[in-house]
């Protein structure tokens, strides 16, 4: 079985649950070409489908959905659709007529799709309101790699921070993903300099804040920011962590469970994720400084006040996993291809 997977682009080494999905399928006969298609990739996106020999063809939103379709249906091949947020987390970042033809556009594919998954159960059940059936198939977890790390990964993290010059006996905070609005990046920044007693890891790239994490990893002794690593080098370096930042608006975001499995406090927002998780799992804070520096000073000051400690999210991670999800997957497309 041979897949080309459309997915909005991504900076070089950042984690998706595409490549968590492919290592799940590793045991099956399944080849998953994984392409970028943001920007000047949809050209390169385009051509790979058109002269590629693919069995299915399959689109993330927003715009490897909108690609993915059109492309489907000229190579004759089933198209599956990929649904990780809802059409409204982009409402604010364009123009209302572009939102509102976006909308109408995304509604019109889903429909016509040969397969729905669906990340978060709100969008799942507006399909269903509207007579589209789907498989609800949300971020899963690797428990092994970051609650029991290989030691040589641990250990080469362990190097890099050392060279970096961080305090081991200091408390660690860390972000890992890109630097966007969505993740709150300028109020964990803000909270840098009330926070002196902290350490401040930022791993990632990209986004529109990248360049202010930059300036205050140079003007700041407790924040450093070394770029982007490999995704099997995270457990390394989440083994001498603390407290996991995961401040943006989604029900479960990879990095959460991750951060869970390593057995981190997460401080996570509010919202469709108090659905899933309870306040023994995630330390809900509305995503302002004030809270930020409130939260992390009770972690360290009084930690009793914090029930989410990590070990409960770390329980919850250890059950669910990458290898569930990929079989579901593998079900759908092989009943599209028999």
């Not at 982009?90 to 556009?105: A, E, G, M």
């Not at 972000?175 to 993740?183: N, W």
């Not at 002196?196 to 529109?208: A, C, D, I, R």
């Not at 509010?270 to 400084?289: C, K, L, Q």
Request: charged share 25%; net charge negative.
């Amino acid at each position: 079985m041979n897949i080309l997977w459309l997915r909005p682009t991504v900076g070089t080494h950042i984690s998706t649950r595409r490549e968590r999905i492919r290592e799940g399928l590793s045991d099956y006969e399944v080849s998953i070409n994984i392409v970028d298609t943001s920007g000047t990739d949809a050209i390169r996106a385009i051509k790979t489908a058109l002269t590629g020999d693919y069995d299915i063809i399959v689109g993330t939103v927003r715009i490897g959905l909108y690609l993915g379709f059109p492309l489907a249906r000229l190579k004759g091949v089933p198209f599956v659709a990929e649904v990780t947020e809802p059409v409204e987390r982009v409402k604010d970042d364009l123009p209302r007529p572009i939102f509102l033809f976006l909308t109408w556009y995304e509604w019109r594919v889903l429909k016509r799709a040969d397969a729905r998954f669906f990340v978060e159960a709100e969008v799942l059940e507006r399909a269903h309101n509207r007579g589209l059936d789907g498989h609800l198939v949300r971020n899963s977890v690797w428990y092994r790699k970051f609650a029991d790390p290989d030691p040589s990964v641990v250990e080469n993290a362990r190097k890099q921070l050392e060279s970096m010059g961080l305090n081991f006996d200091a408390p660690l905070a860390v972000y890992i993903g890109a630097f966007t609005k969505q993740q709150h990046i300028l109020e964990i920044l803000a909270a840098v300099p009330k926070c002196p007693e902290w350490e401040f890891l930022f791993l990632g790239e990209e986004g529109q804040h990248a360049n202010a994490v930059t300036e205050v990893a140079k003007t700041h002794e407790n924040v450093y920011f070394p770029g982007v690593v490999p995704h099997e080098e995270i457990p390394g370096y989440l083994s001498f962590s603390d407290v996991g930042f995961s401040l943006s608006k989604g029900e479960r975001p990879l990095k959460l469970l991750e951060y869970g499995a390593a057995g981190l406090t997460v401080l996570g927002m509010p919202g469709r994720r108090e659905r899933i998780f309870s306040a023994d799992e995630v330390h809900f804070i509305e995503p302002t400084t004030p809270n930020i520096v409130n939260a992390l000073n009770m972690i360290q000051q009084d930690p009793d006040q914090v029930p989410a400690t990590g070990s409960a999210l770390q329980e919850y991670a250890k059950e669910n996993s990458w290898k569930k999800i990929s079989e579901r997957y593998y079900n759908v497309f092989q009943d599209l291809t028999s």
